[in-house]
């Protein structure tokens, strides 16, 4: 079957650096997505990644270990305005390569 | 960039009358669009599969005859909720798929959902 595991919540102080943890189980790996999603809005795109390896953008970067079935987000020099829900998704080569989700961390930063 | 539009942002109608729901790609052209539903504080839920030119792809337990889906063009599909009754009271959000370099990568975006309200 396909699963995806993150954690449920996570706090971390503005300033600091917070690693987001994402595992997953599916067949035909064909690349992980993050999305960062704050309340009552939609999710926007942070990063894709589908080879193994680090993918910086800015403050944001996200890795990726096919092998391991493991994927990270690390959010750098934290914002407030970086809490919001994180949602990692899976995609797969077949099945319409719609995207399997999790259930989202939804991270807090407090000053 | 890649920016996809929605349209209304927020709707308010009374049961039992139809709501289209427009979902445009505004700089890239996509064959395939999503749409999805959300409930406060609970996770994205696919609904359809919107391929351009063809029928939609339905998830289990979404009823078809309910949730109208047309894609008949490269940017835009549609989302009409027909006959609509207050438990359809939704976040609806629509993504896009967006081609990523050569080698059959993709992108997905979201575009800024519409707030469905039925009296």
């Known amino acids: 079957g396909q699963n995806i595991d993150q954690p449920t919540e996570m706090t971390a102080t503005e300033g600091a650096i917070v690693q987001i943890n994402c595992t997953y189980q599916?067949?035909?790996?064909?690349?992980l997505f993050w999305y960062q999603q704050h309340a009552g809005e939609a999710p926007t795109f942070l990063s894709y990644n589908v080879l193994d390896g680090l993918e910086e953008k800015g403050r944001f970067s996200s890795f990726l270990s096919r092998s391991k079935g493991y994927s990270y987000l690390l959010l750098k020099e934290l914002q407030m305005k970086d809490s919001a829900s994180y949602l990692c998704?899976?995609?797969?080569?077949?099945?319409?390569?719609?995207?399997?989700w999790g259930l989202g961390t939804s991270l807090a930063v407090n000053p | 960039g890649a920016v996809v539009s929605q349209h209304p942002s927020w709707v308010i109608c009374k049961s039992g009358t139809s709501v289209k729901i427009e979902c445009r790609s505004l700089d890239f052209q996509a064959t395939t669009m999503f749409w999805y539903r959300q409930f406060p504080k609970q996770s994205l839920m696919l609904m359809a599969t919107s391929n351009e030119g063809s029928k939609a792809t339905y998830e289990q337990g979404v009823e078809k005859d309910k949730f109208l889906i047309n894609h008949a063009s490269l940017t835009l599909s549609t989302l009409t909720v027909t006959s609509a009754h207050p438990e359809d009271s939704s976040f609806y959000i629509c993504s896009a798929r967006k081609q990523a370099g050569t080698n059959g990568a993709y992108e997905q975006y979201f575009g800024p959902g519409t707030r469905l309200t039925v009296t």
């Open positions: 599916t067949s035909g790996f064909n690349g």
């Open positions: 998704a899976v995609t797969n080569a077949g099945n319409n390569r719609k995207l399997i």
